[in-house]
């Protein structure tokens, strides 16, 4: 015998005997539907006659069209999308009327329609952003343009993915941009994977790609009355394009549809990544090193010493530089660099960011340089074939820098470990025994910054991810730079004992010595020098301490290259930028991505039948910008993902917004080598990388985020003269008050606002340490 039971526990017996509610809503919910003109439902009993069943109410005055008049009716309306009407007015069936609210409010949801539906989708698409129609043609008016179609009006705001935004984004970049930014900005997209038929937008685009191409030739072969043909010309177009994907480590060959250059054109011998590892020029390196060697302090020439012994030796090792900012590590990897590219040999700098890759020699990420998986696990190796180019460059490679190694999870390192014990198995057998086969390899940074990102992970999961938790740390020789070069040489006065004193505060606020008993989390004090205090609000204090006289010179690249806000929080970082954004009065334009599941899902067509695009559209996470992006001319912005390091466009790299296209945007760089050049920019397809989404989506949007203000851990490896630090709440993991403090170039440009649990202005905040990892360094 069996029994189907349920098990009833004594709080729930309790709930029910005392007759509590079982179910509770709080808001109601008012369910919208729409039609296309003239194709609202009408419900009739066979036996009507066609005319009165016309003049019924319902079919003159359905909901939807209802809508339209209340938008003639009450200015407060047109405010409001369809969606929202339901949280200011309420729906009278009785009278077919939409009137205001007098109490309460209702969430609006409309009817799903799946895509296979075509207008009507799109029209729904539509009622999620468009406010105020009084007719069917407002709906599909965009930017005072009359579209013919629903779809049309879609594509036109950005809420579709479709390969024509990047034909009409080339077309329209092509009336300032030249020719080969126009070539970069086509090899952006196809490095992206973001077009799903390049071979329809090249056919499309090739005019514009080739511009100068004819130009180019008659200089080139001093031939002023030179012709080419159209098939020429596209060759010697395609040979360009070929070129910038080649230095990416990439091909044409890689993209099936795509054409590629008459063999003619290549040298289908020559491997281009070695080539440009090799193409330095000797004599000036060789000069450049004469001249770092005699500036190298006794601790950096004893790390000097001892990984060119390895090198010159063929014995290999794996070596780990310890120190802190400022201590000389950078100027160690560029005297390194220096020294074996001027004997004719290869030396491979990468970082684990983008912004750190670009103050490196010849620098790269170290993702795309070893082609690391973006979540690498225990078993990963690198996406590196043998025999192909980028192993014949590991082979022939002498040395291996990897900067702001404590970053990224120690998978990352195991993976290109396993890669090269088995690429140079074939050159010597010894390799599959020795870490990164034998390879010498260093990597650098400070434990006391930010460590690797663990989602929902624990104190032990975080400290557990670090490279020093990793097996290959058995086999690394630590070695430490502990003076501090940018202290080292100044004069002796006040002034430079007050920037000594304010260097050892940060470094104990980085060991965590600073405070009382620190087992991870520990209060301190901050000093009364750097504090903002007596406020209302701590954002607008702040604004008006690090961009004082903004509304002057608020457009001035180089008053903004310089400054930012900092928040543990992506919450307060946006607070912070709209209110920014409202400060410039610049005109406002918004664009709107086009969000999807990820068709790499299991199952996608289920997944776009649960999730529709507005709820897509609402979700707000790491790794990608928001569904609107609200840009005005001369606003700082930063880049969400690697484009073209040879631009100096990396995660992280800050811009200043130029032009605002309607499919591309122009931005002027503000940092690095690149300085001053001016860069396109075109939507890409981004997904998220936060592990609580159960499910993955693409939002195709501009890859960019205003950076008025960023969080702390996107400020890591920024320099800037003028540091805001906002603590509405404290920090909350290893680091984050060490890297927000660092990043001032100089103590009287920085300020902090921190808020206690009422909001008011206090002096405490929390320090977050995790002081085991430095347990073996």
């Not at 092509?174 to 056919?203: H, M, N, Q, Y």
Request: with cysteine; net charge neutral; hydrophobic share 40%.
């Amino acid at each position: 015998m069996y029994y189907d039971c349920r098990y009833i526990s004594s709080c729930e017996a309790a709930w029910r005997t005392l007759a509590y509610e079982i179910q509770y809503r709080s808001v109601g919910v008012e369910r919208l539907s729409f039609h296309l003109p003239n194709e609202q439902v009408v419900y009739f009993n066979d036996l009507e006659p066609i005319n009165e069943v016309l003049e019924k109410p319902s079919v003159k005055e359905s909901m939807f069209l209802a809508w339209f008049k209340a938008n003639e009716i009450y200015p407060e309306a047109r405010n409001l999308t369809y969606a929202e009407m339901p949280i200011k007015f309420v729906w009278k069936p009785s009278i077919r009327e939409w009137v205001p609210r007098k109490r309460n409010f209702a969430i609006g949801r409309l009817f799903y329609v799946p895509p296979a539906c075509g207008e009507l989708f799109y029209l729904r698409c539509l009622l999620n952003v468009v406010r105020g129609p009084t007719c069917f043609e407002d709906i599909k008016k965009v930017d005072g343009v009359q579209y013919d179609t629903f779809r049309d009006a879609c594509y036109a705001l950005g809420l579709l993915n479709d390969d024509k935004e990047y034909i009409d984004a080339i077309k329209e970049a092509s009336f300032w941009a030249t020719a080969c930014c126009l070539r970069k900005l086509f090899v952006a997209l196809l490095i992206a994977d973001c077009l799903g038929r390049p071979e329809e937008v090249w056919e499309k685009c090739w005019v514009f790609l080739s511009e100068d191409i004819l130009h180019k030739q008659r200089v080139m072969l001093n031939h002023p009355d030179l012709t080419l043909s159209d098939e020429e010309l596209k060759n010697y177009a395609l040979y360009e394009i070929q070129k910038m994907l080649r230095s990416c480590g990439r091909s044409l060959e890689e993209f099936q549809c795509m054409p590629c250059p008459d063999h003619r054109f290549l040298s289908n011998n020559t491997n281009r990544l070695v080539y440009d590892e090799l193409k330095y020029d000797r004599a000036k390196l060789t000069k450049e090193h004469e001249e770092l060697l005699g500036n190298l302090t006794v601790e950096q020439r004893n790390v000097y010493d001892t990984i060119m012994n390895a090198v010159d030796s063929g014995r290999g090792g794996v070596f780990f530089v310890y120190g802190y900012g400022g201590t000389g590590k950078t100027f160690v990897w560029t005297t390194l660099s220096a020294a074996i590219r001027s004997k004719g040999e290869i030396v491979l700098n990468v970082a684990s960011s983008g912004i750190a890759s670009l103050l490196l020699p010849g620098g790269r990420t170290a993702h795309s340089r070893f082609k690391i998986p973006i979540h690498p696990n225990e078993d990963s190796t690198c996406n590196i074939k043998q025999g192909s180019t980028l192993a014949e460059l590991l082979v022939k490679c002498k040395l291996i820098i990897w900067d702001e190694a404590p970053m990224v999870h120690k998978h990352c390192f195991e993976a290109l470990d396993r890669s090269l014990r088995d690429i140079l198995r074939f050159q010597n057998p010894r390799s599959l025994e020795l870490p990164f086969g034998g390879k010498t390899v260093v990597f650098g940074g400070d434990f006391r910054q930010i460590l690797p990102v663990i989602p929902k992970g624990t104190r032990q999961d975080i400290v557990n991810a670090t490279i020093n938790s990793s097996h290959l740390w058995q086999h690394t020789n630590v070695m430490r730079l502990t003076k501090n070069l940018r202290l080292l040489h100044l004069p002796a006065n006040e002034q430079s004992e007050y920037l000594i004193k304010f260097s050892e505060w940060i470094a104990s606020i980085g060991d965590g010595t600073i405070g009382g008993p620190n087992d991870g989390f520990v209060e301190i004090e901050i000093p009364d020098e750097f504090l903002l205090k007596d406020f209302d609000d701590p954002i607008i204090k702040m604004v008006e301490s690090i961009y004082p006289s903004f509304d002057a010179i608020h457009e001035d690249p180089s008053y903004l290259e310089k400054r930012a806000i900092l928040a543990p929080t992506l919450q307060v970082v946006d607070s912070i930028n709209d209110y920014m954004l409202s400060l410039n009065g610049s005109e406002m334009k918004t664009y709107l991505s086009s969000d999807s599941p990820c068709k790499s899902d299991s199952n996608p067509d289920f997944l776009t039948d649960i999730h529709t695009p507005e709820f897509l559209n609402g979700i707000k996470a790491s790794g990608v910008p928001n569904h609107e992006l609200h840009l005005k001319v001369g606003t700082p912005v930063m880049l969400m993902r690697n484009i073209d390091h040879s631009q100096g466009l990396c995660n992280g790299t800050r811009m200043v917004i130029t032009r605002l296209g309607k499919h591309i945007l122009e931005a002027k760089v503000l940092t690095g080598l690149s300085a001053g050049e001016k860069v396109l920019i075109p939507r890409m397809s981004l997904t998220p990388s936060d592990v609580r989404l159960p499910f993955k989506f693409e939002r195709r949007q501009f890859p960019l985020m205003v950076s008025y203000a960023m969080t702390i851990n996107k400020s890591q490896g920024q320099s800037l003269s003028n540091v805001g630090l906002v603590l509405k709440k404290p920090v909350f993991s290893h680091g984050q008050l060490y890297v927000a403090l660092s990043r001032v170039t100089n103590p009287a440009g920085l300020k902090i606002a921190i808020c206690d649990a009422d909001g008011k202005s206090t002096n405490v905040t929390t320090n977050v340490v995790f002081k085991e990892v430095f347990r073996n360094l």
